[in-house]
Nanobody, 125 residues
Framework: QVQLVESGGGLVQAGGSLRLSCAAS????????MGWFRQPPGKEREFVAAINWSGGRTVYADSVKGRFTISRDNAKNTVYLQMNSLKPEDTAVYYCAGDALRGRLSGSGTSYSYWGQGTQVTVSS
């Protein structure tokens, strides 16, 4: 099995920054692409960013391009989401997810087999 645990969420003012971390444990060799998703209050879950196993390829939702950066440290089995210039509309529960299919870089939640429990990010105006 694989366990994913997010951390780093919190309350921040608009224009501020946060860095989320997602630590993987267990059968981590089953994970290739890692992604971040979020669920704003009262809305459906949406894709934020994803990174392939080597870290050489990334993809972002248009709403976060230029503000958020995804990265990973495979030696630490950890993926990060650096969030800058935060806006109130970034308020959501943020989830990290792991894809067990090698070579895929997907923005669809159905592609991911492993999910963390989520961490709350609240951006005040």
């Amino acid at each position: 099995q694989v366990q994913l645990v997010e951390s780093g969420g919190g309350l921040v003012q608009a224009g501020g920054s946060l860095r989320l971390s997602c630590a993987a444990s267990g059968r981590t060799f089953n994970i290739y692409t890692m992604g971040w998703f979020r669920q704003p209050p009262g809305k459906e879950r949406e894709f934020v960013a994803a990174i392939n196993w080597s870290g050489g390829r990334t993809v972002y939702a248009d709403s976060v391009k230029g503000r958020f950066t995804i990265s990973r440290d495979n030696a630490k089995n950890t993926v990060y989401l650096q969030m800058n210039s935060l806006k109130p509309e970034d308020t959501a529960v943020y989830y990290c997810a792991g894809d067990a299919l090698r070579g895929r870089l997907s923005g669809s939640g159905t592609s991911y087999s492993y999910w963390g429990q989520g961490t709350q990010v609240t951006v005040s105006s």
